[in-house]
């Protein structure tokens, strides 16, 4: 069974390519996901946040992703001990998961699959890019953020030029050239 990481910017459509997989017949663990059930749920994960961020993430028996997001999102050594405490809970989940697939290939889709070395786990790695335009637009769709806002998030991650060193196989996602005809190429090396 070999393992395909998915990744790929805010807005690329790594979901939609990861949805396409599936209709394939390939099973897709969704790393992003998981994160956000685990930190929800997960009782550790909970009183270790709790201690690092404070009572208010989950003030009233509830998280609050918009106060650990901004907490983050300007703190990078924060961010990091966050990363700390969930990345190995995703992986764990991931591993329990991937014992009960039957397939030649399984996915795992994950944003920051290079950024964690979560990459290094994987028989091969697809990236999806997209131009920024584009990504700007689908983001603000999906989420009604603002431009500032998507452009923010977009500069917090990786760009495409620093992940395509790592990635074994781009799909290029620009609403011109074909998806369908790149993925079937891609799924097929990959079947060797």
């Excluded at 790929?8 to 992003?32: A, H």
């Excluded at 300007?74 to 992986?91: F, G, S, T, W, Y």
């Excluded at 806002?149 to 996602?173: C, G, P, Y």
Aim: charge should be neutral.
């Amino acid at each position: 069974m070999k393992v395909i990481g998915v990744t790929g910017g805010i807005g690329s459509g790594k979901s939609f390519i990861c949805s396409v997989i599936e209709k394939f017949g390939f099973p897709v663990f969704y790393s992003d996901y998981e994160a956000k059930n685990i930190v929800a749920s997960n009782k550790e994960v909970v009183f270790q946040l709790t201690e690092l961020i404070g009572a208010e993430l989950y003030a009233n028996n509830q998280f609050h992703k918009e106060i650990l997001a901004v907490r983050i999102f300007k703190d990078q050594a924060l961010k990091e001990k966050v990363n700390q405490i969930v990345h190995p809970k995703v992986r764990n989940r991931f591993e329990e998961w991937k014992k009960s697939q039957n397939t030649s290939l399984v996915f795992i889709e994950a944003a920051i699959l290079f950024e964690t070395g979560m990459y290094k786990m994987c028989d091969a790695t697809i990236l999806v890019t997209a131009p920024e335009s584009i990504r700007i637009e689908r983001v603000i769709k999906r989420d009604g953020a603002t431009i500032k806002m998507v452009l923010e998030r977009i500069n917090s991650q990786w760009s495409d030029h620093e992940k395509t060193k790592l990635a074994d196989f781009i799909i290029v996602n620009d609403e011109v050239q074909p998806v369908l005809v790149q993925l079937e190429e891609v799924l097929s090396s990959l079947s060797k």
